[in-house]
């Protein structure tokens, strides 16, 4: 079983886009969105959701109110301001647990946290794994990693032979979680001066977890100078660019109806992002 995870060092660049035509265009794999505080991917798939579980994570306080005496002191100590009227915000409360600590009365018990919601869905291309954690909620690697499990595992259950990953941008935590023990990542950057500052940071994180990476530039036309400019410092520095896509206004349009780029018609990028999928595929074959 092979683990592809599209990344990105920062949001905005195409990831899910291209994640979504490979999974149109991959045989025989499971698909996972791990970008879990921001999860998209299931708007290019249609997914039928066939299992719906809770995460769990974390704790927050809980006031009695039957046995508080209203002395205020927790509304006073709480260094993260969560307390307000004798209620606890579950939005501010970080769970520390010092109010229930110093509650004279011990009207305050720490309860166990149900942080978000995981999916397993039937798509057109496949089962979908993904996941939705609460606003302003936490633990988002634990939720990541919980994501990439549920794929692995249909994976081996079912025989599936590849599981793409629509990966989080950024390079914190949860990038760190879907990325861990995977074949290849691609990391999808633009010619932007921040778009080569971006990638430099996530190619360090890939080198740091031992993970092959390669990278494709989209909308690599906008600015030919600084496509160049990471082409070279990807061949200074030893990775292969697999894929150069060009600006095209179909992407914006099959992402309004819906479906993947690729299934949505021929076209300049169209092409190469199938071209940019046999490499990936060449990349990740055994030999
Ligand atoms: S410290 Fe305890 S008794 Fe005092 S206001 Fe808070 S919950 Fe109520
Ligand atoms: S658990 Fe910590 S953060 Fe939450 S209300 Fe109590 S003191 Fe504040």
Same mark, same amino acid.
């Given at each position: 079983?092979?683990? #592809?995870?599209?990344?990105?060092?920062?949001? =905005?660049?195409?990831?899910?886009?291209?994640?979504?035509?490979?999974?149109?265009?991959?045989?025989?794999?499971?698909?996972?969105?791990? !970008?879990?505080?921001? *999860?998209?991917?299931?708007?290019?798939?249609?997914?039928? !959701? $066939?299992?719906?579980?809770?995460?769990?994570?974390?704790?927050? @306080?809980?006031?009695?109110?039957?046995?508080?005496?209203?002395?205020?002191?927790?509304?006073?100590?709480? $260094?993260?301001?969560?307390?307000?009227?004798?209620?606890?915000?579950?939005?501010?409360?970080?769970?520390?647990?010092?109010?229930?600590?110093?509650?004279?009365?011990? *009207?305050?018990?720490?309860? !166990?946290?149900? *942080?978000?919601?995981?999916?397993?869905?039937?798509?057109?291309?496949?089962?979908?794994? $993904?996941? $939705?954690?609460?606003? *302003?909620?936490?633990?988002?690697?634990?939720?990541?990693?919980?994501?990439?499990?549920?794929?692995?595992?249909?994976?081996?259950?079912?025989?599936?032979?590849?599981?793409?990953?629509? =990966?989080?941008?950024?390079?914190?935590?949860?990038?760190?979680?879907?990325?861990?023990?995977?074949?290849?990542?691609?990391?999808?950057?633009?010619?932007?001066?921040?778009?080569?500052?971006?990638?430099?940071?996530?190619?360090? #994180?890939?080198?740091?977890?031992?993970?092959? @990476?390669?990278?494709?530039?989209?909308?690599? !036309?906008?600015?030919?100078?600084?496509?160049?400019?990471?082409?070279?410092?990807?061949?200074?520095?030893?990775?292969?660019?697999? =894929?150069?896509?060009?600006?095209?206004?179909? #992407?914006?349009?099959?992402?309004?109806?819906?479906?993947?780029?690729?299934?949505?018609?021929?076209?300049?990028?169209?092409?190469?992002?199938?071209?940019?999928?046999?490499?990936?595929?060449?990349?990740?074959?055994?030999?």
């Amino acid at each position: 079983m092979k683990e #592809v995870v599209v990344l990105s060092g920062k949001g =905005g660049t195409g990831k899910t886009s291209i994640a979504g035509c490979f999974a149109a265009l991959a045989h025989n794999k499971v698909l996972s969105d791990c !970008d879990v505080d921001a *999860a998209d991917l299931h708007l290019l798939l249609q997914p039928t !959701d $066939r299992q719906t579980e809770e995460f769990w994570s974390g704790q927050i @306080a809980h006031i009695d109110e039957t046995t508080c005496t209203g002395c205020g002191l927790c509304q006073e100590l709480c $260094r993260f301001d969560a307390i307000h009227n004798f209620q606890v915000s579950r939005v501010s409360c970080e769970g520390c647990g010092f109010c229930a600590h110093i509650c004279p009365v011990n *009207a305050i018990t720490m309860q !166990d946290n149900m *942080a978000g919601h995981w999916y397993i869905s039937d798509t057109k291309y496949g089962p979908l794994v $993904r996941a $939705r954690l609460g606003i *302003a909620q936490e633990n988002s690697g634990k939720l990541v990693a919980l994501v990439r499990q549920q794929a692995r595992k249909i994976a081996a259950d079912k025989g599936y032979s590849t599981i793409i990953t629509d =990966g989080p941008p950024g390079i914190g935590c949860p990038v760190i979680s879907s990325l861990s023990g995977a074949d290849l990542a691609l990391l999808v950057t633009e010619p932007t001066v921040s778009g080569l500052h971006d990638l430099e940071r996530v190619i360090e #994180v890939c080198r740091h977890f031992r993970v092959p @990476a390669t990278v494709c530039i989209n909308k690599y !036309d906008i600015n030919e100078e600084k496509a160049s400019k990471i082409e070279e410092h990807c061949a200074d520095i030893g990775i292969k660019v697999s =894929g150069k896509i060009p600006f095209d206004t179909a #992407v914006n349009r099959a992402v309004a109806h819906g479906i993947p780029l690729v299934e949505y018609g021929e076209g300049p990028a169209t092409g190469e992002v199938k071209r940019l999928w046999k490499n990936i595929e060449e990349l990740i074959s055994p030999d």
